[in-house]
């Protein structure tokens, strides 16, 4: 079943880009800054099972109450202060959430999360030192102030 989607914003647009790059089997994946759940329940059609992690309980409540089922689990959390265990996930997105917390951290816990040959999107709004934390790292300007970055940690098949 696809999610409706019954709104428009930037985010929402380039979504996407993240979606396009959960490798096929995907079974945990990773949503840093999930807001209102909207891409986690995207993610959910992609993945066995998301996780999605926001520091705003407004926003967990309400990604909670639009979401049926049980393969997205919600987590109400500082993404850097969650204990995330280490290669545990075969996806990690965060879509316009990492200028929001130390940007070098966040792509550190987010690799760390990757098993070997796990992948990972990031939509953003600034660029900072993408390349000097994920070696191989493809990043692409996009409209809007937005970019990506994708990656696959090195190992797995």
Request: proline share 4%; charged share 20%; glycine share 8%.
């Amino acid at each position: 079943m696809t999610t409706r989607v019954d709104y428009w914003n930037h985010n929402v647009h380039y979504q996407p880009v993240i979606l396009g790059t959960v490798p096929d089997g995907c079974g945990a994946a990773l949503e840093v800054g999930c807001g209102d759940g909207l891409l986690a329940r995207r993610l959910a059609e992609r993945a066995a099972e998301v996780t999605a992690i926001d520091q705003d309980a407004g926003m967990i409540a309400l990604a909670r109450e639009r979401t049926s089922g049980s393969r997205v689990r919600y987590v109400h959390a500082d993404f850097l202060a969650c204990p995330v265990e280490a290669a545990s996930f075969d996806f990690a997105c965060a879509n316009t959430v990492l200028h929001h917390m130390d940007f070098t951290a966040a792509l550190r816990a987010m690799a760390r999360a990757l098993r070997p040959g796990g992948r990972l999107a990031v939509v953003g709004l600034v660029h900072a030192i993408a390349r000097d934390v994920l070696p191989g790292v493809r990043y692409r300007r996009h409209l809007l102030w937005r970019y990506s970055l994708r990656w696959r940690k090195p190992g797995g098949s």
